[in-house]
């Protein structure tokens, strides 16, 4: 049975999926728009939301849980 696997793994490795998505949400929000898969997109709008939900509160437990996913000090500091 599949309960609960809902997320799309993209053909890479964990490891791999998760860099990606992260200089991906990186890139989004350095340049507002970029040019991707719609299976991509799909899975980079369920990483991002979250971190944009987050961000609209600024405290420091939330700039240092959106760090924690993206790593790029200019891309939290945009956000």
Known sequence: MRHGKKINHL???TAHRKAML???ACSLIE???INTTVAKAK???QF???LVTKSKE???HNRRLVFAKLR???AVTEL
């Open 11 to 13: 053909g890479r490795k």
């Open 48 to 50: 991002v939301e979250p």
């Open 43 to 45: 899975a980079l709008k």
């Open 22 to 24: 992260a200089n991906m």
């Open 31 to 33: 340049h507002k728009r």
């Open 72 to 74: 790029q000090k200019e």
């Open 58 to 60: 600024d405290t420091t």
